[in-house]
Nanobody, 122 residues
Framework: VQLVESGGGSVQAGGSLRLSCAAS????????IGWFHQAPGKEREFVAA????????YNNEFVKGRFTISRDNAKNRVYLQMNSLKPEDTAVYYC????????????????WGRGTQVTVSS
């Protein structure tokens, strides 16, 4: 499966963005999906994930109540709705897919997009 992220940009603190991850080559519903972010000089970090074939989702503590992961199987896309953005959310955001189990470890994901930049100013 090939993944392409879009929807990043620059916003002020408190604003919102919706990131989109478009898949080609396979059905995204067959995969466990994760969103990760990476700020300059930092490790890639788990943000949110969704189970294969269902709607069960998992968020990192620092985004609970602010970010929501969702899937549109008809469009073969996964989204990350980001509300109440903070300057510390500034990073490149990646979507990733793996076949066999849910994980928060980026090293366990097989397919990655190239990322989309999110910049939040105070």
């Amino acid at each position: 499966v090939q993944l392409v992220e879009s929807g990043g940009g620059s916003v002020q603190a408190g604003g919102s963005l919706r990131l989109s991850c478009a898949a080609s080559g396979d059905r995204l519903s067959a995969y466990y999906i994760g969103w990760f972010h990476q700020a300059p000089g930092k490790e890639r970090e788990f943000v949110a994930a969704m189970r294969r074939g269902g709607d069960e989702t998992y968020n990192n503590e620092f985004v609970k109540g602010r970010f929501t992961i969702s899937r549109d199987n008809a469009k073969n896309r996964v989204y990350l709705q980001m509300n109440s953005l903070k300057p510390e959310d500034t990073a490149v955001y990646y979507c990733a897919a793996r076949e066999f189990a849910l994980s928060r470890d980026p090293y366990e994901f097989d397919a990655w997009g190239r990322g989309t930049q999110v910049t939040v100013s105070s």
